[in-house]
């Protein structure tokens, strides 16, 4: 993920921190090692969802940009203002 860029190619997102999972092993076939590695965003803005696009802005500054869900990339965490 580091170097995962907007739908545009115009901004590179920022990772606050980054964490390694062992999801399964198994120490009679190395096939079965699935590991993950989570990347976290600063807190950012959403402003509007269009189909899998997220259009998101970061939370100090007006710039906003498209980003595009796939099966690498969803939100884990969100809050809503009122």
Not at 19 to 29: A, G, L, R, T
Not at 36 to 46: G, V
Not at 52 to 74: E, R, V
């Amino acid at each position: 993920m580091p170097g995962a860029w907007d739908t545009h190619g115009n901004i590179q997102l920022a990772f606050e921190r980054h964490q390694f999972k062992i999801i399964s092993s198994s120490i009679h076939d190395r096939q079965q090692h699935k590991v993950a590695i989570l990347y976290y965003t600063p807190p950012l803005r959403l402003h509007r969802v269009t189909g899998d696009y997220l259009l998101l802005g970061l939370n100090d500054t007006t710039d906003t940009f498209i980003l595009k869900l796939n099966d690498d990339i969803f939100i884990c965490n969100y809050s809503e203002e009122s």
